[in-house]
């Protein structure tokens, strides 16, 4: 068995290098369902980007506390790739500096940063993929965040301008991207993600589950962080009027961290009535995040601005019929298998839900839609698309 040795001494096996034809880089530094969407983009994608290219090698640029988590399974088999390690965390100094010297070192024919943040000055070809302009549309609020803004616009810009190609997650990323960063249309590719979670669960574990949360009445699910984007206040006061005005027993469950810039958002969204009603449930693992779905009435997102909207496609998996905001993307992704509301507008929200909780033939038919809808994603296409985006440049 051959073996190569990581950074810090570590040693895995590999194949012999001159086994293979180019040399590709991938930054795994956000792999895993620990960075939310991003690292399940990663945790989806490039395993089975991997299983269909055999022709090139592979190098792994992944955290250091990931080695022992067991999270590079699906990469550590493969005999085409090279897991290297490095220290640099993301958003850092260390990513410019020192994550740049390491990238320069294996002198790679082309790298592919699956988020915008990468090393200003790193000049050999690479591929970005770029999910959203949402900073753009919604930049911080709080002074102290202008310098945070300020650096993001300099690497964001930098990656678009200087990239090969650009892979976003939906038509309406592109035309963001496009118009913010003054990018060609033709240097832009639209891939679209997929659900990831297994609507294969046992009764017995849904059940479980929503004992867990005290569930014991149909519930409106939403999925994501808590931040300002997911105009969450609009939403949970859209719940309150549904309650206050059409008399029905639900609840609304929010799953999701906080975000840490806006620990307050939680605060306003339980400012209504029926405050009792809101279940919020912290990160929950694939598991947990599964029976949530299965166990679900409908899927709910208030969002204002999404890349793509991963949650809502999750729930199509499921067959969960779809309440969502009236904007551009959703209407992109979901098509007709979602109904749609003004998310600045609760009087609206309520009503939707009403019509969703009351019509029992329409509740099938938007069920129906759903699994339709589910089809048309899926990773191994999305894999298949990016190898044809590397090839292109290669």
């Given at each position: 068995?051959?073996?190569y040795?990581?950074?810090?001494?570590?040693?895995?096996?590999?194949?012999?290098?001159?086994?293979?034809?180019?040399?590709?880089?991938?930054?795994?530094?956000?792999?895993?369902?620990?960075?939310?969407?991003?690292?399940?983009?990663?945790?989806?994608?490039?395993?089975?980007?991997?299983?269909?290219d055999?022709?090139?090698?592979?190098?792994?640029?992944?955290?250091?506390?990931?080695?022992h988590?067991?999270?590079?399974?699906?990469?550590?088999?493969?005999?085409?790739?090279?897991?290297?390690?490095?220290?640099?965390?993301?958003?850092?100094?260390?990513?410019?500096?020192?994550?740049?010297?390491?990238?320069?070192?294996?002198?790679?024919?082309?790298?592919?940063?699956?988020?915008f943040?990468?090393?200003?000055?790193?000049?050999?070809?690479?591929?970005?993929?770029?999910?959203?302009?949402?900073?753009?549309?919604?930049?911080?609020?709080?002074?102290?965040?202008?310098?945070?803004?300020?650096?993001?616009?300099?690497?964001?810009?930098?990656?678009?301008?200087?990239?090969?190609?650009?892979?976003?997650?939906?038509?309406?990323?592109?035309?963001?991207?496009?118009?913010?960063?003054?990018?060609?249309?033709?240097?832009?590719?639209?891939?679209?993600?997929?659900?990831?979670?297994?609507?294969?669960?046992?009764?017995?574990?849904?059940?479980?589950?929503?004992?867990?949360?005290?569930?014991?009445?149909?519930?409106?699910?939403f999925v994501?962080?808590?931040?300002?984007?997911?105009?969450l206040?609009?939403?949970?006061?859209?719940?309150?009027?549904?309650?206050?005005?059409?008399?029905?027993?639900?609840?609304?469950?929010?799953?999701?961290?906080?975000?840490?810039?806006?620990?307050?958002?939680?605060?306003?969204?339980?400012?209504?009535?029926?405050?009792?009603?809101l279940?919020?449930?912290?990160?929950?693992?694939?598991?947990e995040?599964?029976?949530?779905?299965?166990?679900?009435?409908?899927?709910t997102?208030?969002?204002?601005?999404?890349?793509?909207?991963?949650p809502?496609?999750?729930a199509?998996?499921?067959?969960?019929?779809?309440?969502?905001?009236?904007?551009?993307?959703f209407?992109?992704?979901?098509?007709?298998?979602?109904?749609?509301?003004?998310?600045?507008?609760?009087?609206?929200?309520?009503?939707?839900?009403?019509?969703?909780?009351?019509?029992?033939?329409?509740?099938?038919?938007?069920?129906?839609?759903?699994l339709?809808?589910?089809?048309?994603?899926?990773?191994?296409?999305?894999?298949?698309?990016?190898?044809?985006?590397?090839?292109q440049?290669?």
């Amino acid at each position: 068995m051959n073996n190569y040795t990581l950074s810090k001494g570590r040693s895995l096996p590999v194949r012999q290098a001159g086994a293979f034809g180019r040399k590709i880089g991938l930054d795994l530094r956000l792999f895993g369902t620990a960075h939310g969407g991003i690292g399940r983009y990663c945790e989806q994608l490039f395993p089975r980007l991997l299983k269909l290219d055999k022709a090139n090698q592979y190098f792994a640029f992944v955290n250091s506390k990931m080695l022992h988590t067991g999270a590079l399974k699906a990469l550590e088999s493969l005999n085409n790739c090279k897991i290297v390690e490095t220290n640099a965390r993301h958003y850092s100094f260390g990513e410019q500096l020192s994550f740049l010297r390491l990238l320069n070192k294996y002198k790679l024919d082309l790298v592919h940063f699956p988020n915008f943040n990468m090393p200003i000055f790193y000049k050999r070809p690479f591929v970005v993929t770029i999910h959203d302009m949402v900073h753009h549309k919604i930049s911080g609020a709080k002074k102290s965040h202008l310098l945070h803004f300020l650096a993001y616009k300099k690497v964001i810009e930098t990656a678009g301008r200087q990239s090969k190609k650009i892979i976003t997650v939906s038509q309406a990323s592109k035309k963001d991207i496009s118009n913010f960063l003054q990018i060609p249309n033709d240097k832009i590719e639209v891939i679209y993600e997929a659900a990831s979670l297994s609507p294969q669960i046992q009764a017995a574990k849904v059940l479980e589950i929503k004992k867990s949360y005290l569930l014991s009445s149909p519930y409106f699910l939403f999925v994501g962080v808590l931040e300002r984007k997911k105009n969450l206040i609009n939403l949970t006061r859209g719940f309150d009027y549904f309650l206050q005005k059409y008399k029905l027993k639900m609840d609304l469950v929010l799953v999701g961290k906080k975000d840490p810039h806006y620990p307050d958002i939680k605060h306003k969204a339980m400012d209504i009535k029926h405050k009792d009603n809101l279940v919020f449930a912290d990160q929950v693992d694939d598991e947990e995040l599964a029976a949530l779905y299965s166990g679900a009435y409908a899927f709910t997102s208030a969002s204002l601005h999404e890349g793509f909207g991963l949650p809502g496609v999750e729930a199509l998996s499921f067959g969960l019929p779809l309440l969502a905001s009236n904007i551009e993307v959703f209407n992109e992704i979901y098509d007709n298998a979602a109904m749609y509301f003004n998310p600045l507008d609760p009087a609206d929200i309520a009503e939707k839900m009403n019509l969703l909780a009351r019509d029992k033939q329409f509740y099938e038919q938007m069920s129906k839609k759903s699994l339709e809808r589910a089809q048309k994603f899926g990773w191994d296409e999305a894999a298949a698309a990016t190898l044809e985006v590397y090839k292109q440049i290669l």
